[in-house]
């Protein structure tokens, strides 16, 4: 039998001694910077072409790699019950065994959300479920029919699909195997090191610097998403209490003034608070948008359709169960017929792109869940990533959602929430529930809301690339080049969104996701041979933690 070795603890990513980029690795952050810019420079000076070839790209993907979306995203579902269940990795604990965790759950559960997922609740709570109650794959079967009460829980089966445990399994994989290979192995905060048990120290060199561009770029697009929603959505909360309407143009869309107004107050208002740090001005903006988020929910519940979306939430979630096994594995193709050209359409436009969504978004909110999570156990980081946020998100789209289609069932709305943007869509809602003068009032509350939430998610984003970019290291050092990533993401969602609209945001994301999400099977991979092999190193007395244990946290 031969000798177990103790696991590998130290990693050397060669980064700059001086000058500007001090601190950081310059293979990593100047070809990030460079292949961005190339893309920004490209769909400005060049339109026509870029949008062009991405679209190409992205029609590809979308035609070629669903059944790679639809299987790996299963994968993370799976990897993440294994290990919760599984008795020898669900005990050990992101750190020495006497940590505890540095954040309140509250706080813990606040950060999570509002970084994950609190941008698009705003937005797809109320749109989602009108959309699937309209079309979705029962409705294009036959086996249902569209806005009627038979396609109601179908219209949550499909939205608790695309944002419950599929889209939490991806983002605790990545911020398990990071946390895992930071806090018990001393490794840097970066992608690279959750791949050390495949790779090895080839990860020093330009094998990790690749991963770690990848993942930068991946949390560049991916974010960029979330903000071209938020931006569309406040742009048309600011039309809502008065304030802007000349932010829009003759066609009710978004002007060009009116999208770099809105990315000049949210990335300012995000850089200043990244410069604050995590356990400042993070942990302040997620915990008022948390106690904002209590409100305007239970606004919904009081207010809304309360039975409606009481039957949406407990029926909904039943039914998403029982039917989660088979909706996980399924793969429409096109076969030449109309029925399976139009459930592959519909299965690209919606699950294929949220897949696409959650990978893109993976590395950003993985490596943020990683940052505020030492100290916690395997079993208790995978449940409370997965679960907990996942409930919210079906609380969020019963009440929301259910509030909306009960209004339009009844006559109530008459067709004015259907019409409206998907931004727009709650504006109007709680517009018809108050009236004018209280709508207004609400109006203002959830457009700051949503200024929390799109500050937050930025400036988490704009951390944790410069993370990333400085080997794991989240220092002071950092502060020139958080505002160069504050300006750059501005630049990018503006860009995008004023040549092309969120399509060409889209487009670019789904293309920037497909290489990260090889990257996050091998993380998977790379974390069941560690816990595994760390048991093996238990029973022949072989230390597998490596590092000092944290100070307690004032």
């Known amino acids: 039998m031969s000798k177990i070795e103790p696991p590998l603890s130290d990693l050397p990513i060669k980064t700059a001694e001086g000058g500007f980029y001090h601190g950081f690795s310059k293979d990593v952050t100047i070809t990030s910077k460079l292949l961005v810019g190339l893309l920004i420079l490209w769909a400005v000076v060049f339109p026509e072409q870029a949008g062009g070839i991405l679209s190409g790209f992205n029609s590809f993907i979308l035609t070629n790699f669903a059944t790679w979306y639809v299987w790996v995203m299963a994968l993370f579902v799976i990897v993440c019950l294994v290990l919760a269940i599984w008795p020898a990795a669900g005990r050990l604990r992101l750190g020495h065994d006497n940590e505890r965790p540095e954040f309140s759950n509250f706080s813990w559960f606040s950060m999570m959300f509002g970084a994950g997922i609190g941008v698009g609740m705003l937005t797809w709570a109320v749109a989602e479920p009108l959309y699937h109650f309209k079309n979705n794959p029962e409705v294009i079967q036959g086996l249902a029919n569209g806005e009627s009460m038979d396609n109601f829980i179908n219209a949550y089966k499909y939205s608790y699909l695309h944002w419950g445990f599929s889209a939490w399994s991806s983002y605790a994989v990545t911020g398990l195997a990071l946390a895992f290979f930071a806090y018990r192995r001393g490794l840097p905060l970066t992608i690279r090191s959750s791949l050390t048990p495949l790779f090895g120290n080839a990860l020093s060199g330009w094998v990790g610097h690749i991963i770690d561009i990848v993942a930068v770029i991946a949390t560049i697009l991916g974010v960029a998403q979330t903000l071209g929603f938020g931006v569309e959505q406040f742009i048309a909360g600011m039309n809502q209490i008065g304030l802007g309407s000349w932010m829009l143009n003759g066609e009710g869309a978004p002007s060009t003034a009116g999208i770099v107004v809105a990315l000049v107050i949210i990335m300012g208002a995000s850089t200043m608070s990244a410069l604050s740090g995590v356990g400042k001005g993070i942990k302040w903006l997620s915990n008022i948008n948390m106690g904002l988020s209590i409100f305007l929910l239970a606004f919904l519940i009081i207010f809304g359709s309360t039975w409606f979306g009481t039957q949406a939430l407990f029926v909904g979630m039943w039914e998403y169960i029982i039917a989660l096994p088979g909706m996980l594995f399924t793969v429409y193709h096109d076969n030449g017929t109309e029925t399976s050209a139009a459930l592959a359409s519909w299965q690209g436009g919606w699950t294929v792109f949220y897949w696409a969504w959650w990978v893109a ?125 504050g300006v750059i993401l501005a630049v990018i969602v503006g860009a995008l969104l004023i040549i092309g609209g969120l399509s060409a945001i889209q487009t670019a994301m789904v293309i920037g996701a497909l290489p990260f999400s090889v990257v996050m099977l091998l993380m998977c991979i790379s974390l069941f041979k560690a816990i595994y092999r760390d048991g093996l190193r238990a029973r022949a007395g072989v230390e597998t933690i490596t590092i000092l244990p944290q100070e307690p946290a004032e």
Do not use: Q
Request: charged share 15%.
């Open 361 to 485: 978004f993976a590395p950003f909110v993985g490596l943020f869940l990683a940052r505020i999570s030492r100290g916690r156990t395997i079993r208790e980081f995978v449940l409370g990533a997965m679960i907990v946020p996942s409930i919210m998100c079906f609380v969020w789209f019963s009440y929301g959602g259910g509030t909306a289609i009960d209004m339009e069932l009844s006559g109530v709305a008459e067709g004015a929430i259907y019409a409206s943007s998907d931004g727009g869509k709650i504006f109007t809602m709680t517009n018809i529930i108050l009236g004018d003068v209280l709508g207004w009032g609400m109006a203002v509350i959830i457009v700051i809301l949503l200024m929390t939430y799109l500050v937050t998610s930025a400036d988490s984003a704009v951390l944790i690339v410069n993370t990333i970019n400085a080997a794991g290291d989240e220092g002071p050092k950092a502060r020139p080049h958080i505002i160069f990533w």
